[in-house]
């Protein structure tokens, strides 16, 4: 039975309307945060997101053959670096401000940078280390000291073995892979190339072995291993599961570049590494189907593989700075391949490109100019400013966010520097658990003169980097303005920078 009159349960009523219609909403009724909009990206994704830039090694025989391809018929022998040093090679990475290093156990060509319990194939049978040597060792070993993660490229295709096209290959290409995650600590990540089947040595049938792409290598149960052995790695392909290839070599996303993704297949066949419309890749989907964010893959030199006579050229400093806005600054990762020389060390060529890299990108997000400014949202969310106030655009922290009410998709924020400003590049971030937000995106400066806001960038889609990068700008104010979201944007991050020039 009631034991409360009925006036004081009125009573009761209209205060608590009247507390949740006030400007500051009781500490009792907390606004939930915002429905997570589409689909979403899993914890190893999350993880992977924050890697952003990270390298490739192509190492192998090649190195020595001056070829791209070896066709697998190279004696082990040939592998014979003079000099090689692990540490360098970590610590080039490390300087240029690399998370990670992804090293090609085995390429096309099949020989295998660890002594693998499966083949002859391999340093084992080498001068490198008088046959003792294990480079995936080495180099898996240089990273950890230095905080780097590291991850594995097994290929697919391998022209050295006998087997390769035939069931018995699967069961070899398995165990290898159950190797490399078993005996190498955490993996973070395990790329699949989309080049597979063809001509090679093959144990010395020197033929021609075209395999079924969808079937041959029966992808899902090859996933499985890795999801049993290492569940926080991510797998990358052309289909994924977790990361997609960018759909070209030239380290270039699209513009927009979304993370969600629906591989699609050539000529209706299922979707498979080798087998995908891959230039889709480039901006991906705004309504795929899947989290799948672009990783893009470019080499330092014209080849993948060290080449003498590519010693002059190498990319410059400001290119590689170009491509870092053109991949992360598109919300892709930028995968970087350093080739290690003959010596076995990162080239010096390379290494001072790398070194002018990381000094611009240094010098240019040394100093958030937003953070001595005032910020004023059109909408916080529930008027909470601790859980969703602007000032959680400055804290650097990923995990926290301005938000606006459900409903008011088209915020804006008003950056007020309060004195004239000059900058020129942006850099936007998405709350990613909360999923893809915005479609569209404007940034207008106030004119002193006339008096009004004049727009100077607009842009599709946020995701987990935006960088806007452009004309010098000189103003005393910036506003954002969200221009088309299908749903109440949350934003995590917001700086305001100043590249400078480049010396000539
Ligand atoms: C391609 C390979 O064929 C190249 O040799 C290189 O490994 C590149 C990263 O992927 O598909």
Not at 166 to 193: C, K, M, N, S
Not at 302 to 319: A, C, I, L, M
Request: glycine fraction near 10%; charged fraction near 25%; charge should be negative.
């Amino acid at each position: 039975m009631n034991r409360y009159p009925l006036f004081t349960l009125l009573i009761a009523a209209g205060l608590s309307a009247l507390c949740c219609s006030c400007a500051t909403p009781s500490k009792a009724t907390p606004t939930p945060a915002p429905e997570p909009f589409g689909v979403l990206p899993s914890e190893r994704q999350l993880a992977w997101h924050e890697l952003e830039f990270y390298g490739f090694l192509h190492f192998s025989i090649n190195t020595f053959t001056d070829m791209e391809w070896g066709s697998g018929e190279e004696p082990p022998a040939r592998f014979n670096p003079t000099a090689f040093d692990a540490d360098q090679i970590a610590q080039t990475a490390a300087d240029a401000g690399m998370t990670a290093l992804i090293l090609t156990c085995k390429h096309h060509d099949g020989f295998c940078l660890w002594p693998s319990d499966h083949t002859e194939h391999s340093v084992k049978n080498s001068p490198f280390r008088d046959g003792k040597g294990d480079v995936v060792r080495e180099i898996s070993d240089a990273c950890r000291k230095r905080g780097l993660k590291f991850g594995v490229y097994l290929s697919p295709w391998d022209r050295n073995h006998a087997e390769y096209g035939r069931p018995a290959y699967i069961d070899y290409f398995r165990a290898q892979l159950r190797e490399l995650l078993t005996e190498y600590g955490p993996i973070a990540e395990v790329w699949f190339d989309g080049a597979n089947g063809g001509t090679g040595f093959y144990g010395g049938a020197n033929e021609k072995r075209n395999i079924d792409r969808s079937t041959y290598y029966d992808w899902e149960n090859t996933w499985a291993i890795v999801r049993e052995l290492q569940p926080q790695a991510v797998m990358f392909s052309d289909v994924g599961p977790d990361v997609r290839w960018v759909g070209n070599e030239r380290g270039i996303a699209g513009d927009p570049c979304w993370a969600t993704y629906t591989p699609h297949g050539l000529n209706g066949l299922k979707p498979a590494p080798g087998q995908t419309m891959d230039k889709e890749g480039q901006n991906g989907h705004r309504d795929g189907e899947f989290w799948i964010p672009a990783e893009a893959d470019v080499s330092i030199r014209p080849g993948w593989f060290y080449h003498e006579s590519q010693d002059d050229k190498v990319r410059t400093s400001q290119n590689l700075v170009d491509l870092y806005y053109k991949s992360v600054g598109r919300g892709a990762s930028f995968l970087l391949n350093l080739p290690p020389d003959p010596r076995g060390i990162i080239h010096e060529n390379d290494v001072a490109a790398l070194n002018g890299f990381r000094a611009h990108l240094d010098a240019t997000f040394a100093n958030n100019m937003a953070k001595g400014a005032r910020l004023t949202p059109s909408n916080t969310r529930g008027n909470q400013e601790k859980a969703y106030g602007a000032h959680l655009l400055l804290d650097g922290d990923r995990n926290t966010y301005w938000a606006s009410d459900d409903n008011v998709n088209t915020p804006t924020l008003e950056v007020d520097f309060g004195q004239t400003t000059r900058f020129n590049v942006i850099d936007i971030r998405e709350h990613l658990p909360l999923g893809l937000r915005v479609d569209q995106w404007a940034l207008d400066k106030w004119d002193e003169g006339s008096g009004e806001w004049t727009e100077f960038a607009s842009g599709e889609g946020i995701g987990n980097r935006r960088l806007w990068r452009g004309e010098t700008q000189t103003t005393s104010k910036i506003r954002l303005r969200i221009v088309e979201a299908p749903a109440c944007p949350a934003l995590s991050e917001f700086g305001v920078y100043m590249a400078p020039e480049w010396a000539e």
